[in-house]
């Protein structure tokens, strides 16, 4: 007897955790995966950001915060903000949360209203449309191919507009695709936006400092955004810190304030241990911050050039982030051994069972033609999965 709630039944299980979980059985078994399915850096949380929490359990930082996080966390990332992106919040327009993932789903569930549109470029991270579905509000799809970079443009953004649009998602660098949106594209996304006060925007910044284009660009340094703008980030990705679960949210303040309340009623802050962590990660040196950087940079140029020689994928080379979203429809409709590969996920599961790499099938993401790889693992592991997935590919006919 299903009991279960519509809100609950309308959701789609997450696909990245979902493959995450199906390459950790087949490695359970035995098989060697290589796993490209996971959206984490594969480095260490840097010494002193370890030491600054040790710190703080032997100094008792063992109860509630406040529910925003603690002033002088709240402080450090105003003088992040200020410091690395020219913008001046107060401590009160910031609120911290359990990850970037709590705070772009509070700031949904604190804005829209049932039969609210809320835009969401795609490809998109796969839990947007879900926040918003969970919001009852209504995902608005427009669609950006591997042919414009998998960026919208002005022209895509006005056409889908309407009385009742309430917001724009918008993740640069993006996960799946990489791509960052330079200020002139920004620009001219805040020039439509000009044209209709209404639509706030939440931009999701989580992955800032994985950037091979220079300097990060903000939606919100443009004077009519500001007010318009929430601001997502936290320190998973910059700082190896995913499962410290820090993310925050700037913006305006009855923005941020109506988040406290919600905070407030279902998890109160986030942990303070943690809390102590990110405020060394923001105050400390950001040397760890660059060598990982640096990292990501070479493996991102090593998969695009290894992606490239492989027969049938269709690649950019993507400007941020650690993800490759590989063009993979010449496949669909091959077969192999008795399966048919009629989409992404299907080519998904084909290259875990027979290549034993994982990836994330891109329908998901709003991209069913695309094939989503993590680069954040070791060189000798790309070369190693690339090989595979070459080898896997070209059975199929």
């Given amino acids: ?18 493959m995450s979980q199906k390459s950790a059985e087949l ?17 260490n949380t840097p010494d002193h950001i370890k030491e600054a929490a040790k710190k703080a359990i032997d100094e008792n930082y063992s109860r509630y915060s406040p529910v925003a996080g603690y002033l002088s966390l709240r402080n450090a990332i105003v003088e992040k903000l200020k410091k690395e992106n020219g913008l001046e919040y107060t401590a009160t327009q910031i609120s911290c949360a359990n990850g970037a993932k709590q705070s772009v789903c509070n700031t949904i569930l604190v804005l829209v209203n049932p039969g609210d549109e809320v835009i969401i470029p795609a490809p998109f991270w796969v839990s947007y449309p879900e926040m918003v579905k969970l919001a009852e509000g209504k995902p608005v799809i427009v669609s950006a191919g591997i042919e414009q970079d ?45 044209r209709h006060p209404q639509v706030m925007v939440i931009a999701d910044e989580i992955y800032e400092h994985i950037n091979y284009v220079g300097k990060h660009e903000s939606i919100a340094q443009f004077p009519e955004m500001k007010e318009r703008t929430i601001v997502v980030n936290g320190v998973s990705k910059a700082y190896a810190m995913t499962g410290w679960r820090i993310g925050f949210i700037a913006g305006p303040e009855w923005v941020v304030k109506a988040c406290n309340k919600l905070q407030g009623q279902y998890t109160s802050g986030p942990s303070s241990v943690s809390q102590k962590a990110a405020e060394a990660a923001y105050t400390g040196t950001q040397e760890p911050v660059e060598a990982m950087r640096q990292a990501f940079e070479r493996r ?14 269709e690649v950019n080379v993507p400007e941020g982030a650690f993800y490759l979203f ?12 008795g399966r048919t590969i009629e989409n992404s996920d299907d080519l998904a599961m084909y290259l ?25 693992t070791s060189d000798e592991n790309i070369v190693e999965a690339i090989r595979r997935i070459k080898e896997a590919l070209a059975k199929l006919s």
């Fill in 150 to 194: 998998f960026k919208i443009t002005p022209e895509q953004l006005e056409a889908a507009i309407t009385p009742k649009t309430k917001a724009l998602i918008l993740c640069s660098p993006s996960n799946p695709t990489g791509s960052v949106y330079s200020r002139e594209e920004l620009a001219g996304l805040a020039a439509v936006l000009a």
């Fill in 1 to 18: 007897m299903n009991q279960l709630s519509d809100r609950l039944n309308s959701l789609s299980p997450s696909a990245t955790l979902a």
């Fill in 300 to 313: 991102r140029d090593l998969i695009v050039k290894l992606a490239k020689e492989v027969p049938g994928l």
């Fill in 352 to 376: 875990l069972e027979v290549g034993h790499v994982a990836c994330v099938g891109g329908a998901s993401f709003g991209a069913p033609e695309c094939i989503r790889m993590s680069y954040a």
């Fill in 326 to 337: 590989p063009k993979c429809s010449s496949y669909f409709g091959k077969s192999a051994d």
């Fill in 27 to 43: 490695k359970a078994q035995g098989v060697d995966v290589i796993n490209l399915s996971v959206g984490e850096p594969d480095f």
